[in-house]
């Protein structure tokens, strides 16, 4: 079986790495920092001490990082490194101009590289059931297809290079207005002091239902935040939407309220919850303030 090399083993990264190697890859892993699962050792991920290591004779090197600096930074590094040939799969949710000029480098160097962001969150990547955004030539996206295939179920070649982070910038505008207007309906019906669990049912069958309400509303109700999706993440990937919308002129007006409000969160010393933690902003705009359960 072709072998993996798996860089960033964080929430997402290290599910997904496992399920490589469940699917029969030879998987090796690095994370900067001591990874926080111990699952590795019982799916055969081996792990090593360095990107380059992980990366050293592997038919593919995959990427799940936080940020453009995190990615251009090890990229950087395994470009010159790798043989020709090794495709490169990028994982993680970076500014598409960063992901369309790595490209570019790796095409120039024989390699190949597709930009795969993902949604569907932890439980995603633990399912292997994420929905893949793939960026890039054909040739690549057909190399990249096994792979994707073992962490995936919704997988769409979407355009360029590039073109998957456009398209997961467009997701994380969503999935922020809908966590904020869910919120809100929630601080809503409890100060009506309605059946909240009867309510989020019906509302779950109609056309106000989403994945947002069937996965995070349980979890909201609690005021668990524990995260998940950070929602220093999401302000990162609002600051990527914002300014490609900026520089398109499109107008988002509800887009910018979402990434103000994310702002708030992480100024106010909260971006290590998850997103679904906006609702403790409405809370107390509200002058409803609650505790915070942890799981
Ligand atoms: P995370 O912080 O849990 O994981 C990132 C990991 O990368 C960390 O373990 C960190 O130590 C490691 N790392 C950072 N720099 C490194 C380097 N130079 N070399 C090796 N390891 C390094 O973050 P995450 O939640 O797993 O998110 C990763 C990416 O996936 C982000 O771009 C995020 O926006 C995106 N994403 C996250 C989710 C989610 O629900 N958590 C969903 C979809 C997309």
């Known amino acids: 079986m072709p072998k993996i090399g798996f860089i960033g083993l964080g929430i997402m990264g290290a599910p997904m790495a496992c399920n490589l190697a469940d699917a029969g890859f030879d998987v090796v892993g690095f994370n900067r920092s001591r990874p926080r699962s111990d699952a590795f050792e019982q799916h055969g991920v081996k792990l090593v001490a360095s990107a380059l290591e992980a990366a050293a004779g592997a038919d593919v090197v995959a990427t799940m990082l936080p940020d453009s600096p995190d990615v251009q930074a090890v990229l950087g590094e395994l470009l010159r490194a790798t043989r020709p040939g090794t495709l490169f799969i990028d994982f993680s949710t970076i500014r598409p101009d960063v992901a369309a000029a790595l490209h570019q480098e790796a095409h120039d160097l024989g390699l190949g590289l597709v930009d795969a962001p993902v949604s569907g969150g932890e439980q995603g990547a633990i399912d292997g059931s994420l929905s893949i955004m793939v960026g890039g030539v054909d040739a690549d996206y057909e190399r990249a297809q096994p792979v994707l295939a073992a962490v995936g179920k919704t997988i769409v070649h979407v355009g360029p290079p590039g073109a998957g982070q456009t398209v997961k910038a467009a997701n994380q505008l969503i999935v ?80 910018a309220v979402a990434a103000q409000l994310v702002a708030s969160m992480v100024a106010r010393g909260h971006g290590g919850l998850d997103h679904s933690g906006l609702l403790m902003l409405v809370d107390e705009l509200s002058g409803r303030p609650k505790a915070r359960q942890s799981e």
């Open 176 to 255: 922020a207005g809908t966590l904020q207007l869910v919120s809100e309906a929630i601080v809503f019906l409890e100060a009506n002091g309605a059946d909240l669990e009867a309510a989020l049912e019906v509302l779950g069958g109609g056309l106000a239902g989403s994945a947002i309400l069937e996965r995070k509303s349980a979890g909201m109700l609690k005021r668990q935040f524990d995260p998940g999706f950070r929602l220093e993440l999401h302000h990162k990937d609002l600051g990527i939407f914002m300014s490609s919308a900026r520089d398109l002129r499109v107008a988002t007006p509800m887009g």
